[in-house]
């Protein structure tokens, strides 16, 4: 199911490359951050177009959105994007990772789609980078840490974040940043879901383009990614 805002667009005399900018969201509800987002990422990317893929009647949760979302879909189009295209429940129910799957697939799939902005508590998008890439390659130091961990008897969650932070710190990904906020940075839900993003992005080869923008507040459930 898709939601749109038709706008003419006429340019004459000219070769013009429309840019397209994708956005992933619950909107439950919307609200003022997600209007800032929206307009920062058009800013950022100097989108012609914003295409977002939401959540439809259940959200990450797994419980029904707060509002319907063909209200929710509307006050999007309403507050700058042009397309609104529904995220299956399978995806919107699912883990970080799956969500992230889901939806960057959707945009993925479009084959118009140059960049991805997602909302995230850090606002910088090298840390995802680097730690998107590190996951992907699992070097021995991070799968020895999670069994170590997991034997201690600590959940997969903490034994992955554990994991992620010996890791980063014995292979220096983050030696040129000596005031780089490592614990700070994995405790942002909107952080670990914009690593899942980029994972996502790798995975699918995307010519698509990852960035961010900070979130103007802390509601774990007020994803605006």
């Known amino acids: 199911m898709f939601f749109f805002r038709y706008t003419n667009k006429f340019h004459s005399e000219r070769t013009y490359f429309m840019i397209v900018t994708g956005i992933i ?19 950022i990317t100097r989108a012609d177009y914003v295409v977002v893929v939401m959540s439809g009647d259940y959200v990450q949760r797994g419980t029904p959105a707060i509002m319907e979302k063909h209200l929710r879909a509307k006050m999007a189009l309403e507050h700058g994007a042009d397309l609104v295209l529904e995220l299956p429940v399978r995806f919107s129910t699912a883990s970080a990772r799956d969500f992230a799957r889901g939806a960057v697939t959707i945009l993925h799939d479009l084959g118009v789609v140059n960049y991805l902005c997602f909302g995230s508590e850090h606002g910088e998008i090298t840390p995802f980078l680097r730690i998107a890439e590190l996951l992907e390659q699992e070097p021995a130091v991070f799968q020895e840490t999670i069994k170590n961990e997991l034997k201690k008897g600590a959940s997969y969650p903490a034994a992955h974040q554990k994991a992620l932070l010996v890791s980063s710190r014995q ?11 490592f614990d700070d940075f994995l405790e942002g839900p909107n952080n670990t879901l914009g690593i ?30």
């Open 25 to 43: 969201a619950e909107y439950n509800p919307f609200h003022n951050g997600h209007a800032y987002q929206i307009k920062q990422a058009r800013q």
């Open 171 to 181: 292979l220096g990904l983050f030696d040129d940043r000596e005031d780089f906020p």
């Open 196 to 225: 899942e993003y980029v994972r996502a992005l790798q995975a699918l080869n995307s010519s698509t383009i990852p960035c961010t923008v900070a979130r103007t507040s802390n509601n774990y459930h007020s994803i605006e990614t």
